[in-house]
């Protein structure tokens, strides 16, 4: 089992970091990614990665600190990511719910840290929220085609999940999957469903972004990496598969795309 997108690193963790990583592994964690989103919080990923074997780190700015990204931090991210246990470059992308950057900035952000990924053919973590065409837009118009990493946090359709697929990501999902009901009112099914149901097995990946999105039966208490065994017994569960599946896959998965 890994968790590949928590922020255990932020200050919901201040006073029981530790119980919370042994948490995890005594309850059958394998590995984390904890995931930088500004400067600061990336430096603290490293740090964390590098006193624990099992923990690894990504450096990147968050759409949300677009304003940020200049060549003073840009340099000090590339610093982080020629550490071996700095994994990915992200969380980098697009968000226009929140818009807490303007979007032109979020984009000359998005577009400096993919160049610095690829300059250190490095793999991303994405993140995208109502942004998903801009985002597509940017990637398959950069010049190279052969991308790898992950849309983490995923909630849109399958048209959209198949285009990401056909540049090469993986997609990844968090707690947001078990607050649906499994079928309205009308008998229909949520649209998630239909993207979790369709995937090849081998490229989806599970996160809980702690502190954030507790799945079901913990939403709404502060979330931690020992939680995203729910995320898996939901894909299982949607897949009508078992828990162990996807549990392997998704552990194989995260081990082959960030070479952890
Ligand atoms: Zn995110
Ligand atoms: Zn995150």
């Given amino acids: 089992m890994i968790d590949s997108h928590a922020h255990i690193d932020f200050k919901e963790f201040d006073s029981d970091s530790e119980e919370v990583i042994k948490r995890f592994f005594k309850g059958g964690g394998e590995k984390i990614i904890n995931v930088g989103c500004d400067l600061n919080s990336s430096i603290r990923s490293y740090e964390l990665a590098k006193n624990n074997e099992n923990i690894f780190a990504s450096a ?15 340099k000090k991210i590339e610093d982080l990511v020629k550490h ?12 226009y719910f929140r818009n807490l950057s303007p979007q032109e900035k979020q984009i000359e952000a998005f577009k400096s840290q993919l160049e610095l990924a690829d300059n250190h053919n490095m793999p ?35 048209q959209i999940a198949e ?14 999957i078990t607050y649906y ?5 009308l008998g229909n099914e949520p649209e998630i469903y239909k993207v979790i149901r ?6 989806i990946l599970i996160e809980t972004d ?16 020992l939680f995203v065994k729910y995320v898996a017994e939901k894909i299982a569960h949607i897949r ?20 952890l």
């Fill in 163 to 176: 285009n990401f697929l056909e540049l090469g990501f993986h997609i990844g999902f968090t707690g947001i």
């Fill in 60 to 74: 990147g700015i968050h759409p949300h600190d677009a304003g940020t990204v200049n060549k003073n931090s840009l």
């Fill in 84 to 95: 071996y246990k700095v994994i990915a470059v992200g969380e980098i992308g697009l968000d």
């Fill in 240 to 259: 009508k598969t078992s828990f162990e599946e996807i549990e392997k896959a998704t552990s194989e998965n995260a081990i082959r795309l960030f070479n």
């Fill in 181 to 185: 009901k499994d079928k309205s009112k």
């Fill in 124 to 158: 991303l973590i994405i993140h995208c929220r109502d942004a998903y065409n801009d985002l597509l837009d940017i990637l398959k118009n950069y010049q190279t085609s052969d991308w790898r990493g992950v849309i983490h946090c995923f909630a849109a359709s399958w």
């Fill in 210 to 225: 702690c502190p954030f999105l507790a799945p079901v039966p913990e939403r709404g208490k502060r979330n931690e990496p």
């Fill in 198 to 203: 369709n995937i090849p097995l081998d490229k």
